[in-house]
């Protein structure tokens, strides 16, 4: 079981949420301290390591001008007396010059009770030289530093002198504090402008495409919810021009929903009557049924079946205005005898534009039956239509092919005619209701309807080809179940 909460949760999460606010503008002000400081902090190490150096070539410069005293002296020698001004006046308190290969010490101070550390300033690795600085401020005090340098005013291979370290400390100290107040100060100022300039151009318009979006949630129609384009060429404009679209795309989609709607409560009244209409139509059957005549008998069976699926229309239509289309029942279907039954629906004969089934009678595909029936049929009437409007046909007979093709683990029914093609202007709207209508008069609902059925079963419904020599529209199912059985052969009686 989970441990129960403390009493100081809460006023963790209380710390956590001021030390890191949620709001944009106070997380880019905190990165932007944090950043700008830790620049900083990268540039001490490197500037205290020069002051030093600086520090240190300097006192050996001081120390060999001092030593130049001795080449003035009797016999190179100068006095204890003298000798100790000119270190103290040099701040060291040994100078020695190496020439020709022997180290002569030139001006000598008071013996060391302390072994110094060494400095060459004439090969430094980078990593001791940045560490050098910490180690004077932090190290032991009372240290002697020996510093070894190439000399500048006398011949010889270097210079050496011992120093007392505790002026460097003294001196590396105050610098340490006014270039942390300089670092202080010009990191603010940087920050400041960095802050302003990020909060200018990226922070104040992502508040404003945000302030749009939950405008626009809130209310779609509310004219404070559309943004206003800055006319930038960068990300920032691109993403507004891409709400701005977006609105408008989802403003369509909800008008077209409302238009939907409308139609549901319209369906929703004309059901009734319909029905009404319905069962009158199928008393009349029944009574036709009851003169026994042969003709009549083989006629309603067909006129049954097409009252059944107007009373289902009229459901579905009104079931598609109000809400989405039911889940399929998918189950091996005949497709043959699907197709069969789409072609009468949507009265395709041999009259006028013919069926051209290149189905085998045993082909099954995976799909609900009424929902593939209905795909179909919408299919073969639009295809129909098409042709039958068709001005430049002259005479030309009709038709519509329908043919299968299982490939792994997916069916593709592939519905041809030979009209006059999808017009270039409904290519891109095609499957939109109330949008993608070619025909003059035409609502657009069939091929909306088609698709969404497709996809409910886990396919597509797709334009695959169109042009002057007719179109051909894809339907891929899941799932390749085997054929159907064959019927069984009755065994004869004998005689």
């Known amino acids: 079981m989970a441990d129960a909460p403390s009493p100081q949760a809460p006023s963790r999460l209380r710390s956590r949420r001021f030390f890191w606010p949620g709001g944009l503008s106070a997380r880019l002000l905190i990165l932007t301290v944090l950043f700008v400081v830790f620049g900083g902090v990268l540039v001490l190490p490197p500037t205290l390591a020069a002051f030093e150096e600086q520090w240190l070539l300097d006192r050996v410069r001081a120390a060999e001008l001092a030593s130049l005293a001795t080449e003035v002296a009797p016999d190179r020698v100068v006095s204890d007396q003298i000798s100790e001004q000119l270190l103290e006046g040099a701040g060291v308190q040994w100078v020695a010059i190496q020439s020709e290969g022997m180290r002569r010490l030139v001006l000598r101070g008071p013996e060391l009770t302390r072994t110094p550390y060494l400095v060459d300033l004439r090969d430094q690795a980078p990593a001791s030289w940045l ?68 909060n200018f151009f990226l922070v104040r318009p992502m508040q404003r495409i945000t302030y749009a979006m939950e405008r626009f949630r809130a209310d779609p129609e509310d004219p404070r919810a559309r943004v206003d384009l800055s006319g930038r060429r960068d990300e920032v404009g691109r993403a507004e021009v891409e709400l701005a679209r977006m609105q408008a795309d989802l403003r369509a989609a909800l008008n077209s929903r409302a238009r939907l ?37 083989q006629a309603l069976p067909r006129l049954e079946r097409a009252l059944d699926r107007a009373v289902k229309l009229a459901t579905d239509v009104l079931a598609y205005g109000k809400t989405q289309e039911p889940a399929p029942v998918a189950r091996p279907t005949p497709l043959a005898a699907a197709v069969e039954a789409a072609a009468e629906e949507a009265r395709l004969s041999e009259e006028g534009v013919r069926l051209v089934s290149k189905v085998d009678p045993r082909a099954q595909v995976l799909a609900d039956p009424d929902q593939l029936h209905r795909i179909l049929a919408n299919l073969m009437r639009n295809a129909r239509q098409a042709i039958e409007l068709d001005a430049e046909r002259q005479g030309l007979p009709g038709e519509v092919q329908v043919s299968l093709e299982q490939a792994g683990e997916v069916s593709v029914v592939r519905v041809a005619d030979n009209g006059p093609g999808v017009p270039e202007r409904a290519r891109e709207r095609l499957f939109q209701p109330f949008a993608g209508s070619s025909r003059p008069g035409g609502a657009g609902l069939g091929l909306a309807i088609a698709r969404e059925l497709a996809q409910g079963h886990g396919g597509e419904l797709a334009l695959a080809e169109t042009g002057p020599q007719g179109t051909v529209f894809e339907l891929r199912l899941p799932g390749s179940p085997g054929p159907a059985p064959a019927p069984r052969r009755r065994a004869k009686k004998p005689a």
Do not use: C
């Open 131 to 198: 560490a050098a600085p910490f180690q004077t401020l932090f190290g032991p005090r009372d240290r002697m530093v020996r510093v070894v340098a190439e000399p500048r005013f006398r011949e010889g291979d270097f210079i050496e002198i011992v120093a007392p370290d505790a002026e460097l400390r003294t001196e590396l100290r105050r610098y340490l504090v006014r270039l942390l107040a300089i670092t202080a100060f010009v990191s603010a100022i940087a920050g400041g402008l960095v802050y302003l300039s990020l």
């Open 261 to 297: 709607a409308a139609l549901g409560e319209a369906v929703a009244k004309i059901n009734h009557d319909l029905r009404n209409m319905l069962t009158s139509a199928q008393i009349a059957s029944e009574r036709l049924a009851a003169l026994g005549d042969p003709k009549v008998s």
